[in-house]
């Protein structure tokens, strides 16, 4: 059974930082491409970071690049995203989301097959 855990979510204060941990069991980690996807209280979904099999491509969105780093563990089987300069428009819930391919180009959406339970992060002083 797939499963994917997140955890390191809070309340921060802007310009702080969290670092987001998502846990994976049930397939080979190693082997598939991974995001962050957010959804804002009261909003759509919301892509934020994608990380291929590897480690070694890596893309953001637009409204994240530059203060957030996604990376990923391959042995430890978990995904990371390190939020700093986290701003009250970053409040949402986070979910890490598995796609079912290894590698995607950059200029690709592509589907996702499994969703966490998600993490709330409140940016708010």
């Known amino acids: 059974e797939v499963q994917l855990v997140e955890s390191g979510g809070g309340l921060v204060q802007p310009g702080g930082s969290l670092r987001l941990s998502c846990a994976a069991s049930?397939?080979?980690?190693?082997?598939?491409?991974m995001s962050w996807v957010r959804q804002a209280p009261g909003k759509g979904l919301e892509w934020v970071s994608r990380?291929?099999?590897?480690?070694?491509?890596?893309r953001y969105a637009d409204s994240v690049k530059g203060r957030f780093t996604i990376s990923r563990d391959n042995a430890k089987n978990t995904l990371y995203l390190q939020m700093n300069s986290l701003k009250p428009e970053d409040t949402a819930v986070y979910y890490c989301?598995?796609?079912?391919?290894?590698?995607?180009?950059?200029?690709?959406?592509?589907?996702?097959?499994?969703w966490g339970q998600g993490t709330q992060v409140t940016v708010s002083s």
């Open positions: 049930g397939f080979t980690f190693s082997s598939y491409a």
């Open positions: 989301a598995k796609h079912p391919v290894p590698t995607i180009p950059p200029d690709v959406e592509y589907e996702y097959d499994y």
């Open positions: 990380i291929n099999s590897g480690g070694g491509s890596t």
